[in-house]
């Protein structure tokens, strides 16, 4: 049985790619500081191993895995405006430990968690090749990220993949509380007859894929035979949902008609105004494909939600 290490993993996409890899015959570790992250977002197979990245002494409890996928980061840019040096050093110290564990392991793979707030406002659809300049301190630690793994997949011959996520939703996400994507963040809202906020006129677009779908990525990823020495994809859905739209989608499923608070946007620098993936690379190299639509992404969240009400941690709104 192939061992796969999680780190951050009982947090939200950590928990869904543990639980599903589990039940896929994979030996799980979910490694977590428990900062943010819940034991309970796991399923009992999970083996949970409480642990800081940023400590050599911790990742060595966990000993000799297969696999990696490193997903702890302080992972929203709010996180950066709290916390600046520790929010930094969890990303850039916190990935260097995981590389260092997986040359000393001899480790097959080691997947991580990029972002597509790398690219900016870059002309949509969002290309791997394209020129990026970070537009913010969180997106300056995962492009960290994706440069130091480049040198050293070529110094150590330690096979990396970086994945630029663009806006992740699904179940599970309440932990995060507001540093929940803005599907959950919109739902639980709607829940408490509270009417969305929405920056703007809404017109701004994300390209909102699935937690289901990030873990199809990395399962095409742990089984390609294909060695890249180091890479990055884009994982999407290569459809642009202005915000607004987002709203009717989740009335129909709730069969709600609340209407949406349009408020001048606050943040004056680095916003986002547009996000598409372009998904030929991960398509023609791993042969991945979306599998979840935005309306039965919703759909279930909202079914889930009536049968099990847990209250998010905070609201951003």
Request: charged content about 20%; proline content about 4%; glycine content about 8%.
């Amino acid at each position: 049985m192939e061992k796969v290490l999680i780190t951050g993993g009982c947090g939200f996409i950590g928990s869904n790619a543990a639980n599903i890899l589990t039940a896929e015959g994979y030996k799980v570790v979910a490694f977590d500081n428990l900062s943010l992250g819940k034991k309970s977002n796991l399923d009992s197979a999970v083996e949970a191993v409480e642990g800081d990245v940023q400590k050599a002494e911790d990742l060595n409890r966990v000993g000799p895995v297969d696999y990696i996928i490193h997903l702890a980061s302080a992972s929203s840019a709010p996180m950066f405006s709290e916390n600046l040096i520790g929010s930094v050093a969890n990303n850039v110290i916190g990935h260097l430990e995981v590389l260092e564990y997986a040359r000393r392991n001899n480790v097959k793979k080691v997947l991580f968690a990029s972002s597509s707030s790398i690219y900016g406002n870059n002309p949509i659809p969002l290309t791997e090749d394209q020129l990026v300049t970070p537009p913010n301190f969180y997106a300056v630690t995962k492009h960290s990220q994706e440069e130091l793994s480049h040198v050293y997949a070529q110094l150590y011959n330690v096979e990396i993949i970086g994945f630029r996520f663009m806006s992740v939703y699904g179940l599970h996400e309440e932990h995060k509380g507001r540093f929940a994507n803005l599907v959950s963040q919109f739902i639980w809202g709607m829940e408490q007859g509270k009417s969305p906020v929405i920056y703007g006129d809404g017109s701004q677009t994300r390209d909102l894929v699935n937690v289901k779908d990030i873990v199809s990525a990395f399962k095409l990823a742990l089984k390609t035979p294909k060695k890249f020495g180091f890479t990055v994809f884009n994982v999407g859905t290569a459809r642009a949902i202005p915000i607004r739209d987002v709203i009717a989608i989740i009335n129909q499923a709730r069969g709600s008609d609340l209407k949406a608070q349009f408020v001048e946007n606050p943040i004056r620098s680095g916003y986002i105004s547009s996000q598409q993936a372009d998904l030929s690379k991960i398509k023609k190299e791993l042969g991945y494909q979306e599998s979840v639509t935005l309306e039965e992404g919703i759909a279930e969240i909202v079914a889930h939600r009536k049968n099990n009400p847990v209250p998010p941690a905070s609201l951003s709104y």
